[in-house]
């Protein structure tokens, strides 16, 4: 049956659609690891699920699916076949299969920004889902639609705020992105039980040394906390602490689980503006590891997992 979807896809009189649903359905019954790899196929599988589940397709996907079925049903009928009959059985059921595409549910791909701090944090994103790498400033220049837009802000608040404000506001209000997302990697408070690998949801920050050193010792002095929204429950979720300087903020450690240098602008500017966000880390090490002893490429590794999750939940 797959083998024929194929070839439904180039030749006139075999269709695509049917057959694939009809293998799939027989696999459903027959073969678990056969299901599961149709599901999971890269050409198909994405579509195959959200038709099965009622989430829709893309109006993309109708669009290329309506034309490729006119297309193969007209040639079909007007020079392949030499009976009436037939032809106008063809057309018939290009009208059938035509409003059955046209009543399915329209599924929106959301336009989503994935805002690293640096390159080096994405590096294995392009193994796990479709990315195109963008500047902030022309990001919503992509033509790829579906794709992912992961644009590189820098390190720390002040290059992050930037990064923000460009995304949010540099053109329509249809070109704003539906959500953006901050991923990286980030330390682990020793107290926290996360160790190097663990990828988790960041729901709140707070900036650890804003504040002046009175007597020898660190005085915070804005110690407010910055919320996130609603965000899916299939990773676990941490406290954050954003800081410029390591080691000067142990007055308000005990609010935090992992440290960062960007998370308090991220929130921050994306709540001001009113746009969903979410931020992803990656733990790389504990806070009080040297140098050397930090886990970055394992780090990197699940924050690229972690990031699929996310998108796939987001997007159904």
Same mark, same amino acid.
């Given at each position: 049956?797959?083998? =024929?979807?194929?070839?439904?896809?180039?030749?006139? =009189?075999?269709?695509?659609?049917? $057959?694939?649903?009809?293998?799939?359905?027989?696999?459903?019954?027959? #073969?678990?690891?056969?299901?599961?790899?149709?599901?999971?196929?890269?050409?198909?599988?994405?579509?195959?699920?959200?038709?099965?589940?009622?989430?829709?397709?893309?109006?993309?996907?109708?669009?290329?699916?309506?034309?490729?079925?006119?297309?193969?049903?007209?040639?079909?009928?007007?020079?392949?076949?030499? *009976?009436?009959?037939? #032809? @106008?059985?063809?057309?018939?059921?290009?009208?059938?299969?035509?409003?059955?595409?046209?009543?399915?549910?329209?599924?929106?791909?959301?336009?989503?920004?994935?805002?690293?701090?640096?390159?080096?944090?994405?590096?294995?994103?392009?193994?796990?889902?479709?990315?195109?790498?963008?500047?902030?400033?022309?990001?919503?220049?992509?033509?790829?639609?579906?794709?992912?837009?992961?644009?590189?802000?820098?390190?720390?608040?002040?290059?992050? &705020?930037?990064?923000?404000? $460009?995304?949010?506001?540099?053109?329509?209000?249809?070109?704003?992105?539906?959500?953006?997302? $901050?991923?990286?990697?980030?330390?682990?408070?020793?107290?926290?039980? $996360?160790?190097?690998?663990?990828?988790?949801?960041?729901?709140?920050?707070?900036?650890?040394? =804003?504040?002046?050193?009175?007597?020898?010792?660190?005085?915070?002095?804005?110690?407010?906390?910055?919320?996130?929204?609603? @965000?899916?429950?299939?990773?676990? @979720?941490?406290?954050?602490?954003?800081?410029?300087? *390591?080691? #000067?903020?142990?007055?308000?450690?005990?609010?935090?689980?992992?440290?960062?240098?960007?998370?308090? *602008?991220?929130? &921050?500017?994306?709540?001001?503006?009113?746009?969903?966000?979410?931020?992803?880390?990656?733990?790389?090490?504990?806070?009080?590891?040297?140098?050397?002893?930090?886990?970055?490429?394992? &780090? @990197?590794?699940? =924050?690229?997992?972690?990031?699929?999750?996310?998108?796939?939940?987001?997007?159904?």
């Amino acid at each position: 049956m797959v083998g =024929l979807a194929f070839l439904g896809a180039v030749l006139p =009189l075999l269709p695509t659609t049917p $057959l694939l649903l009809l293998a799939l359905w027989f696999f459903s019954r027959s #073969s678990e690891k056969l299901r599961y790899w149709l599901l999971n196929n890269r050409m198909f599988g994405k579509y195959l699920d959200d038709y099965t589940k009622g989430r829709g397709i893309p109006m993309r996907v109708k669009v290329v699916a309506l034309a490729m079925l006119w297309a193969a049903i007209s040639y079909s009928a007007l020079w392949v076949v030499n *009976a009436l009959w037939v #032809s @106008v059985l063809l057309f018939l059921i290009a009208i059938g299969v035509t409003i059955h595409i046209l009543k399915l549910k329209t599924k929106r791909t959301k336009r989503i920004v994935v805002l690293v701090p640096t390159e080096g944090e994405a590096a294995t994103f392009a193994e796990e889902f479709d990315v195109s790498f963008v500047d902030a400033w022309r990001w919503r220049d992509m033509t790829r639609k579906g794709a992912v837009s992961v644009v590189v802000g820098g390190v720390g608040m002040a290059e992050t &705020a930037a990064a923000v404000v $460009l995304i949010v506001s540099g053109g329509r209000r249809r070109q704003r992105p539906d959500m953006i997302i $901050l991923a990286g990697i980030a330390g682990a408070l020793p107290a926290s039980g $996360l160790t190097a690998g663990d990828c988790v949801v960041v729901t709140s920050q707070r900036v650890g040394d =804003l504040g002046a050193m009175r007597e020898g010792a660190f005085t915070p002095l804005y110690e407010r906390e910055y919320i996130g929204g609603d @965000v899916p429950r299939i990773l676990p @979720v941490a406290a954050g602490l954003t800081v410029n300087c *390591a080691g #000067s903020k142990a007055n308000i450690a005990h609010v935090a689980q992992i440290e960062n240098m960007e998370g308090a *602008a991220f929130f &921050a500017v994306c709540d001001a503006f009113g746009v969903p966000f979410m931020e992803v880390r990656a733990v790389s090490n504990l806070t009080t590891d040297c140098r050397s002893e930090w886990q970055i490429d394992r &780090a @990197v590794r699940a =924050l690229a997992a972690g990031v699929k999750k996310i998108l796939d939940e987001i997007n159904g």
